[in-house]
């Protein structure tokens, strides 16, 4: 149980071009998502926590006007990267916290592997 | 603000033996702890996870980590090794919300090589 499935796990697209990532929590809903980035040989960042039906929360320095979200339902959140150029090339890794009382963990997608040429 | 070390960048231990991957956090409050793993190219897979209670929390794949407030530490430890655990070991906190951890921090991660 717990799946969270993320699409695509790689693209690789020109400079100014929109990307969009979806993360999705396959066999239970979730309220609450969260966008992390790792560069190479990193850690992860957190970027940004979705809650469904509410705007986004971003973390200091990550651009909301950059890196959209959405989650319009408990069982989808999605990233769009736009204008991506180079530097945002990165691994992107969503989570999936369920819903319900207690400490609910989160469980993470595979990844996206963004490279902007 | 809260944060995560984990001292060791890399660690090489033989098939079969014993192992323990340090990590030590600051936070303010009583601290949401996990252990995640990650193959190359992966997502992160939960290995275990404290919140509160018994202080050795037993997790997937024969590990355990124990949660020593004291030291503000919360090691991953696991007896006897496999081939098939070398990965990328992440610690990470999370402020407790209600329903569970909010955005985690991670550490930098360990990197675990098992030789023959």
């Known amino acids: 149980g717990a799946v969270v499935s993320q699409h695509p796990s790689r693209v690789i697209c020109k400079s100014g071009t929109s990307v969009k990532i979806e993360c999705r929590s396959l066999d239970f809903q979730a309220t609450t998502m969260f966008w992390y980035r790792q560069f190479p040989k990193q850690s992860l960042m957190l970027m940004a926590t979705s809650n469904e039906g509410s705007k986004a929360t971003y973390e200091q320095g990550v651009e909301k006007d950059k890196f959209l979200i959405n989650h319009a339902s408990l069982t989808l959140s999605t990233l769009t990267v736009t204008s991506a150029h180079p530097e945002d090339s990165s691994f992107y890794i969503c989570s999936a916290r369920g819903v319900g009382a207690g400490n609910q963990p989160q469980h993470f997608g595979d990844g996206t592997r963004l490279s902007i040429l | 603000a809260q944060s995560v070390t984990q001292p060791d960048i890399h660690i090489t231990v033989s098939e079969g033996a014993s192992l323990e991957l340090r990590c030590n956090y600051s936070?303010?409050?009583?601290?949401?702890l996990f252990w995640y793993v990650q193959s190359p190219g992966q997502g992160l897979q939960l290995l275990l996870k404290?919140?509160?209670?018994?202080?050795l929390v037993q997790g997937i794949k024969g590990f355990e980590a124990e949660f020593k407030r004291s030291q503000s530490s919360f090691n991953l430890r696991k007896p006897s090794v496999h081939w098939s655990d070398a990965a990328e070991y992440f610690c990470a906190v999370g402020k407790y919300s209600g329903g569970g951890a909010d955005g985690l921090t991670f550490g930098k991660g360990t990197h675990l090589i098992i030789q023959p």
């Open positions: 936070y303010g409050a009583t601290p949401y």
């Open positions: 404290y919140f509160s209670g018994d202080t």
